[in-house]
């Protein structure tokens, strides 16, 4: 057993009692303009306490993706509390998770050329619980200062091998991937350490699930919008900690077509899942339809304090993409069929 306490069995779910309801959503889709949508926010949902000092008519999209990532950030935290293993276990996950997101953001950024944007929407509540200097990270102008304002992190052995190609572009999608595969690793390593029997096997289940179709959902994303070649699509798997065979995965990347690769995942158990749950519906966002189902059933039926803490982090980020993608399609006036459409329930 980790040392993960009960209490969180109990906490976790309070706290997801009191996630958007189906009314909220319906609500929320309704709104014309981004503080009307704020306005619901901070008067009728859970996200009231972080907006309750904010002017809805002067607030600025990014400002508001910030606070409410810190009212997440923080969520987690309090839960956190109760896991003993506190900077060795689950508390360590959240916190490589938003490191790791925030590398993949920095990046994209500069394959655009605009980082200057980072320091606007960086998140300064997680400084005191990371050992990077986002302010130094978000003055560097190009990949070499970025490497070397990681210099003296575990990060740094990871990204030093990439280079920018001959228009200063970076393989992004290559380098998202080795960052979430040593995430996974380090998961699979503290679960194979601290835990046993049902534990391990849910924990490793749940993982190795939302991994896999993490991976596939990214190999057919790449092939539908960017027409990708296979050894690229292969350059962003990680086969050795998945339930899919290699043969299975070299298949799907050497695949004409998205709708191919989803055939390929059809005759496999996780696309007879992806049917079962209405996934395959929505063939280019499998990961998180999936990962949202897992985690649901996780948090409502499992007894290890663990896997409700690992399952409430993913319900928990869902929620808060469903959110963005709600202010952004209000912000641009998207049908709200649309934005309904790319919801996930």
Request: net charge neutral; aromatic share 12%; proline share 3%.
């Amino acid at each position: 057993m980790s040392n993960t306490s009960y209490a969180v069995l109990t906490k976790a779910r309070s706290k997801y009692g009191r996630f958007l309801s189906d009314r909220d959503y319906a609500s929320l889709l309704s709104c014309e303009s981004v503080p009307e949508v704020m306005l619901y926010l901070k008067s009728h949902t859970r996200f009231a306490s972080v907006l309750s000092e904010i002017n809805e008519r002067d607030v600025h999209r990014g400002l508001l993706e910030i606070l409410l990532r810190q009212y997440q950030f923080s969520e987690f935290v309090s839960l956190c509390r109760y896991d003993s293993g506190m900077g060795t276990g689950f508390s360590l996950f959240i916190i490589e998770k938003y490191e790791v997101e925030q590398i993949i953001r920095y990046l994209i950024l500069l394959n655009s050329h605009s980082t200057e944007k980072f320091i606007f929407q960086y998140p300064a509540f997680l400084s005191k619980h990371t050992e990077l200097d986002f302010n130094r990270i978000a003055n560097a102008r190009d990949y070499g200062e970025f490497l070397s304002a990681l210099e003296r992190t575990d990060y740094y052995d990871v990204l030093k091998v990439f280079r920018p190609d001959d228009k200063g572009r970076l393989p992004v999608s290559e380098i998202e991937n080795k960052l979430y595969t040593r995430l996974f690793l380090h998961m699979l390593e503290f679960i194979n350490k601290k835990t046993k029997g049902d534990e391990r096997r849910e924990l490793t289940e749940i993982l190795r699930k939302m991994n896999d179709y993490r991976m596939v959902s990214r190999i057919i994303r790449m092939k539908q919008y960017y027409d990708l070649p296979p050894e690229v699509l292969k350059a962003s798997t990680n086969p050795e900690y998945s339930a899919l065979s290699e043969k299975v995965i070299s298949r799907m990347c050497e695949a004409e077509s998205a709708e191919e690769i989803y055939q390929i995942l059809h005759t496999t158990r996780y696309g007879r899942m992806m049917e079962k749950v209405g996934a395959d519906k929505q063939i280019d966002n499998v990961g998180p339809v999936i990962e949202y189902r897992l985690a649901k059933r996780y948090l409502h039926f499992s007894s290890n304090p663990s896997v409700v803490l690992v399952s409430f982090i993913y319900l928990s980020e869902t929620e808060l993409m469903n959110v963005i993608c709600l202010i952004e399609g209000v912000r641009y006036r998207v049908d709200p069929k649309i934005i309904q459409s790319l919801l996930i329930r």
